[in-house]
C-alpha cells in the first residue's frame, strides 16, 4: 500500500466516519512539495450562478442574478480534469440551481465524471425535478440531494419567498412529489437543511419527512453569515445550543438516519467551492482566497499549496 493510501486510510480512521472516504471531495496530495503533506479540501461545485429561487438566506442572492454565465461543456470539462488531478472523487454538483443547465449537458458532465471513476451528486432545490430528467440522468448518478428547510409554508416564505404560483404549484406539495420521484427511481435521496432560528421550530415535522421519504442522510447545515448572507444574519443567527437541539430532535426522531452536523466552523475553515466560472475558492477563519483558475491547462499544484498554507 502507497504511503498517499495509509495516509489517507489513518485520517479517514482518526475522523471516525467511514462516510469521509466518499466525501473527501478534493484531497491534495502534495507531491508538489519535498514535505508530502496531506491537504484535504471540501469541494463543492457551483455549475452555474443563477437560480429559479431567491433566499434571503443564499450565500451569493443567486436568484436575483439575471446574467447567467455558464461555462462550455469543454471549460466544464477541463475544469472536471484539473480537480481529478488534484484528487477529487466525488463531485457535489450545485448552483445556483442545477436543473437549469440544460439536460443534455448535464448529462454529458455526470457521464464524463462517471467515465473518470469519480462520483457525480446533484444538489438540487427540487423544484425542477421530473421524471423526464431522473431517465436521462439517472445512470450517471447515483444521488440526489435537496435542499429543504420546512414543511412550514408560513417559515419557507420568511427563508425563501416560496410563494404558490402558477408554474411550481404549491411548493411543499411539490418538492415532496418530487421526492417520490427521486426514490421512484432508485437513486439515494439525501437531504440538505439550512438550519435557521426560523426553521428550527420544525424539526420534528421535518423528521416526519425525512423517515416518510426513506431518506438516509441528512446534512444539518448550521446558518453561517457568510459572503451574500451576512445581510440576514440577525434574522437567521441561531446559537449554538438551538442549532444543537434542532440536530438532536432530527436524531431523536428518525433513530436510523445520519444527520451530519455542518457547523459554523465547517464552512469557515477549509470549505471550498469552485465557483460557476471555475475559479477554485477556499474559506479559511471566514475569508474567501481565491487559489486557483482551474480552466487553465495546467494548475499548479504547489501555488495551491502554498496558497492554503499562508492563510
Ligand atoms: S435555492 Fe439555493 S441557490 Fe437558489 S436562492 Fe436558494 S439557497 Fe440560493
Not at 6 to 26: F, K, P, Q
Not at 237 to 263: D, H, I, M
Request: contains cysteine.
Amino acid at each position: 500500500m502507497s504511503w498517499f493510501s495509509s495516509s489517507l486510510i489513518a485520517w479517514l480512521t482518526a475522523e471516525g466516519d467511514v462516510r469521509r472516504y466518499s466525501e473527501a471531495l478534493v484531497i491534495l496530495r502534495c507531491k508538489y512539495t519535498s514535505r508530502k503533506v496531506l491537504y484535504k479540501l471540501k469541494l463543492v461545485f457551483e455549475i452555474i450562478a443563477h437560480c429559479n429561487t431567491f433566499n434571503e438566506c443564499c450565500r451569493d442572492n443567486f436568484g436575483t442574478k439575471t446574467e447567467i454565465e455558464e461555462l462550455s461543456t469543454k471549460e466544464l470539462i477541463k475544469v472536471i480534469d484539473n480537480c481529478l488531478e488534484l484528487g477529487a472523487t466525488k463531485f457535489n454538483l450545485s448552483g445556483g440551481e442545477i436543473l437549469l443547465v440544460a439536460m443534455s449537458k448535464l448529462k454529458q458532465i455526470l457521464e464524463y465524471i462517471q467515465s473518470c471513476g469519480a462520483v457525480g451528486v446533484i444538489n438540487t432545490n427540487g423544484r425542477l425535478v421530473t421524471d423526464k430528467l431522473l431517465g436521462e440522468i439517472g445512470h450517471a448518478t447515483k444521488q440526489i440531494n435537496f435542499g429543504f428547510n420546512s414543511t412550514n409554508p408560513k417559515t419557507n416564505m420568511l427563508m425563501g419567498k416560496y410563494q404558490p404560483n402558477e408554474k411550481y404549484g404549491n411548493y411543499e406539495e411539490l418538492i415532496l412529489a418530487n421526492m417520490d420521484k427521486v426514490n421512484n427511481h432508485n437513486l439515494l435521496l439525501e437531504l440538505n437543511i439550512l438550519m435557521s432560528a426560523l426553521n428550527i421550530p420544525d424539526m420534528e415535522d421535518m423528521a416526519q419527512v425525512i423517515n416518510d421519504k426513506k431518506i438516509k442522510r441528512v446534512r444539518a447545515n448550521e446558518f453561517t453569515p457568510s459572503r451574500g448572507a451576512k445581510a440576514n444574519n440577525e434574522l437567521f443567527a441561531t446559537t449554538r445550543e438551538e442549532y444543537l437541539a434542532g440536530c438532536q430532535k432530527l436524531k431523536t426522531f428518525c433513530p436510523s438516519v445520519e444527520v451530519a452536523l455542518k457547523t459554523k466552523e465547517y464552512y469557515e475553515n477549509g470549505f471550498s467551492i469552485v465557483t460557476s466560472n471555475g475559479m477554485l475558492i477556499v474559506s479559511k477563519n471566514g475569508v474567501d482566497i481565491p487559489l486557483a483558475d482551474l480552466r487553465q491547462d495546467k494548475i499548479d499544484g504547489k501555488a495551491i499549496v502554498e496558497k492554503v498554507g499562508v492563510a
